[in-house]
């Protein structure tokens, strides 16, 4: 058909009636299809199971060290679950702490130090009225709540297609009231980015005039290739190490998408001089985190060659869902110049945005006619999509068949949306 904007105001009006009848005959199948989140399908979870299945006779109760997994004691977690997280984060395994399930409480706990306490012998966060945090746009709207909570005002850096902005990132930390940012550097929330050398590169030269300065490194999708060979990240401890910026850097990861997403393992890892810091603050607030659990996986991953054979096994059930969103998009709107998307090789999103200015008319489209979308303007700050564009998609969750549904459901409302704007239609849909 061609780009919406050559086509003639009779053309547009069939485009328009046309999708309108196609998604009232959705609305009236009561669909309930939900992509809002980036959660692991039960085909996923069973990858797990063996988990479940480890008794005493098979597990024991001893660490490597000799540690009785079911008693106190062992605050930064088991020495084989350290040196796993050290090879899947690339942190020498001295400088990681093996937590418990979520590395979003740990992202928390961690601003919640900085905050209270400060952080290299700086004065407390909460001090200075003006604090200010950069946010890479569009990404992950539970690093934005965090933000938010804390009274971190936060600055919109925009996403390209090596990562951050970092023409703007580095003006941005010439202001000493900027304390830090949230950086998902490997598949990124939504776009699924990976940062390029020269983007690591330029982050561990970063010199901020704040000398409290954090990165929050989340490491979420380190290991989760679609595809072989995956994207390769740079490592971001041996690069700032380099320039005596280690400080800077603080990553966290977990086993959320690789084992159990409710019954993992999560950990933190640090330069010398944070880990002290961490560990003294840890020592205060728990005893020890679920050394058992620690214990299962370090039973059934051992290396990181354990590691990947499991995500081989998760990229076999995730890839055929990406293809099969990425096949509709384009075959229902390549050529039409009214949306945009990202082709990952890894992570768990794929970022969709209408160059209409009407996501949040998608959006409703979408919810009314049964599927239910990430709330629209959540990947930016405050919930405000400055330009009204931007949509996540999560094709994890729903099966293979409610995936094509919900494809052609977006589909038709971006194409029904796009043509009403261009008709001067106020209401696409009542």
């Known amino acids: 058909m061609g780009a919406f904007c050559d086509l003639t105001k009779e053309e547009l009006m ?3 009636e046309t999708e309108k009848n196609r998604l009232e005959q959705f609305r009236l199948q009561e669909l309930s299809i939900n992509m809002a989140r980036g959660r692991p399908c039960a085909e996923q979870l ?4 063996d988990l479940l299945d480890l008794n005493r006779d098979r597990l024991g109760i001893y660490s490597e060290d000799g540690m009785d997994c079911r008693n106190y004691g062992g605050l930064l977690g088991l020495s084989e679950v350290r040196r796993l997280f050290g090879e899947i984060m690339d942190f020498p395994a001295q400088n990681v702490i093996a937590c418990g399930s979520s590395s979003l409480q740990l992202m928390f ?3 919640a130090q900085c905050m209270t306490h400060g952080t290299g012998g700086f004065r407390p966060w ?3 009225d003006n604090r200010k945090f950069i946010a890479i746009v569009p990404g992950y709207d539970r690093h934005f709540a965090i933000a938010e909570y804390f009274g971190l005002r936060m600055i919109n850096v925009p996403m390209t297609a090596a990562g951050p902005d970092m023409d703007a990132v580095e003006e941005l930390v010439k202001d000493p009231d900027v304390k830090g940012m949230f950086c998902v550097p490997k598949y990124s929330n939504p ?8 983007t690591v590169e330029r982050l561990a030269r970063l010199a901020p005039a704040a000398e409290d300065f954090r990165v929050i490194w989340d490491e979420a999708y380190i290991v989760h290739d679609l595809y072989e060979p995956g994207d390769v990240l740079k490592s971001i401890y041996a690069e700032a190490k380099k320039y005596g910026h280690q400080d800077h850097f603080v990553a966290f990861a977990s086993t959320s998408k690789i084992t159990f997403a409710g019954a993992g393992l999560a950990a933190i890892a640090a330069s010398d001089r944070n880990f002290r810091e961490i560990e003294a603050r840890m020592t205060r607030q728990i005893i020890s985190f679920d050394k058992v659990n620690q214990l299962r996986h370090a039973y059934l991953y051992k290396n990181l060659d354990d590691i990947k054979r499991q995500m081989r096994r998760h990229a076999a059930i995730l890839r055929p869902k990406f293809e099969a969103v990425r096949d509709i998009l384009h075959e229902e709107l390549d050529g039409t110049d009214i949306a945009d998307w990202t082709d990952p090789n890894g992570g768990y999103f794929i970022s969709f945005s209408v160059k209409t200015g009407s996501a949040r008319q998608v959006g409703r489209i979408c919810k009314d006619c049964g599927l239910i979308l990430t709330g629209v303007g959540a990947t930016y700050p405050y919930g405000n999509d400055p330009f009204d564009a931007n949509i996540r998609i999560a094709p994890s969750c729903p099966t293979a068949e409610e995936l094509k549904t919900a494809a052609r459901i977006l589909c038709a409302a971006t194409r029904l949306s796009a043509a009403a704007k261009l008709l001067g239609v106020t209401e696409a849909w009542k």
């Not at 069973?46 to 199971?49: E, G």
């Not at 776009?191 to 020269?198: A, M, P, Q, V």
């Open 191 to 198: 776009d699924g980015i990976t940062y390029s050398d020269e």
């Open 14 to 16: 069939r485009v328009y």
């Open 46 to 49: 069973d990858l797990s199971d």
């Open 109 to 111: 706990d961690y601003i």
């Open 126 to 128: 909460y001090l200075n």
